[in-house]
């Protein structure tokens, strides 16, 4: 039973665009989300979270959003640079135990010049 | 100086043999783990240890042994290994102070292929 979804592979946005990455999750426990970045032959590496009791996080270019009534969370890059291109994971867990960190299939994003 | 190392990075080996994944961490982490992206590219937890205690263990075949001889190291022990083990195996680790943000420190990864 997956219950993180990112239901689109794959986004190709213009250099300088808005890139609009979508998740969806499933447990309404999870209180906690994350996204990660991953390049090839690479690990992936966290990018920004956000907490259940905020709906907004923005980190410079990177803002994700959070809506718990459809259990929605989305991740906003602007301007995309072409150093963006990556697999985009999504991430959830529920904060009050070990962290067990619960991944999406992830998105790979090419942004083009 | 990598954070989270993995050895080896590339594993090709006949169906039945046994083989290990090593993993380090040098963060200075009390907590490590091991998730298993397969050909759907689904990235799932398979263990974790804190401080050499097994404190996740995913429903994972027993012929998957994790070995954490102290803190900042983690193996990964496969017997009698399948067509469906191939898969990028990762490492990573954690800090267990402080609030649970579930941000964690992978490693390269290990594509493991059985033939």
């Known amino acids: 039973d997956q219950q993180v979804k990112q239901n689109s592979p794959s986004l190709s946005v213009q250099e300088g665009r808005i890139s609009i990455l979508n998740c969806d999750y499933t447990?309404?426990?999870?209180?906690?989300f994350l996204w990660y970045k991953k390049y090839p032959a690479e690990g992936p590496t966290f990018l920004i979270s956000i907490s259940s009791i905020k709906d907004k996080n923005e980190d410079g270019r990177f803002t994700v959003f959070l809506n718990k009534s459809a259990k929605h969370l989305s991740l906003h890059i602007v301007p995309s640079q072409p150093g963006d291109s990556a697999v985009y994971f999504c991430?959830?867990?529920?904060?009050?135990?070990?962290?067990?960190?619960?991944f999406g299939t992830g998105t790979k994003l090419q942004v083009i010049p | 100086d990598t954070a989270v190392s993995q050895t080896p990075k590339y594993l090709v080996t006949q169906m039945g043999n046994d083989k290990s994944i090593k993993c380090e961490q040098n963060?200075?982490?009390?907590?490590m783990y091991w998730y298993k992206q397969d050909s759907k590219k689904f990235l799932k937890i398979m263990f974790s240890y804190n401080n050499k205690e097994l404190i996740i263990n995913e429903t994972v075949p027993n012929r998957f042994s994790p070995k954490s001889p102290d803190k900042a190291h983690l193996n990964l022990h496969i017997n009698s290994l399948e067509l469906g083990d191939s898969a990028v195996y990762f490492c990573?680790?954690?800090?267990?102070?402080?609030?649970?943000?579930?941000?964690?420190?992978f490693g390269e990864g290990s594509r493991l292929t059985v033939l």
């Open positions: 963060l200075g982490h009390d907590t």
């Open positions: 990573a680790s954690s800090r267990t102070s402080g609030p649970n943000t579930g941000e964690l420190f």
């Open positions: 447990n309404s426990m999870f209180d906690y």
């Open positions: 991430a959830a867990l529920l904060s009050g135990g070990y962290q067990k960190v619960t």
